[in-house]
């Protein structure tokens, strides 16, 4: 009788204490489940917490065509400008320069800038990066300055030429114009005139 209790006892303990144990194991899965997000929680987490990531594509250089643009529109006329008033410095020539220097810089040269700018930018904003202009003024007495130019597909905008001209009762003058694509370039465009004297001016280009 006294072992029947016992067994009772035990038995009774048994079905009480049933399913209120919880072994340390998943309370320790459970935790590092927890700790580690979904992959679709973890792109929002970045997100939120403004990380980026660097892909293989962010490495690969860009085009030939796409480093063509890199620079602004307004930088590119503004190079042209610059060398296109280098060559006409350049045509000009030492000799010539020293005498008509402040004449050049006060009106030729402003004049010539405003010229290509206003050229260039009739021309369609994705071939501009590709005009140029020559850098080859023709010494002696050829007229020429420069030429402006688009290097992809050769050909020619506008010419720019310097003439001697002169004039009954006053002596040289020197004629800047311009010849354009439109025209064949047949028709002068003029840019300004300098007086130089009633001498023979030296040949462009003269040292």
Request: hydrophobic residues 35%; without cysteine; negative net charge.
């Amino acid at each position: 009788m006294k072992r029947w209790l016992i067994k009772s006892f035990v038995t009774l303990v048994t079905i009480l204490t049933l399913g209120l144990y919880i072994p340390p194991y998943s309370i320790d899965t459970s935790a590092a489940e927890d700790k580690e997000p979904s992959s679709s929680n973890k792109g929002i987490d970045d997100i939120q917490s403004g990380t980026t990531h660097t892909t293989v594509f962010d490495n690969i250089p860009p085009s030939s065509e796409e480093v063509v643009h890199v620079r602004s529109t307004d930088a590119y006329i503004q190079d042209l400008t610059e060398k296109a008033k280098e060559q006409t410095v350049t045509k000009m020539g030492p000799r010539i320069m020293d005498k008509l220097e402040d004449d050049m810089t006060a009106l030729i040269l402003p004049s010539i800038e405003v010229v290509v700018k206003q050229l260039i930018k009739t021309e369609n904003e994705a071939s501009i990066p590709y005009y140029e202009i020559t850098e080859q003024p023709s010494a002696g007495y050829g007229e020429k300055m420069f030429h402006l130019y688009n290097k992809r597909t050769n050909e020619e905008m506008a010419r720019f030429h310097v003439r001697r001209d002169k004039r009954p009762g006053e002596g040289y003058w020197f004629n800047f114009h311009y010849h354009m694509r439109e025209d064949n370039f047949l028709e002068h465009h003029p840019i300004g005139d300098i007086y130089w004297d009633k001498n023979t001016p030296p040949k462009w280009m003269a040292m």
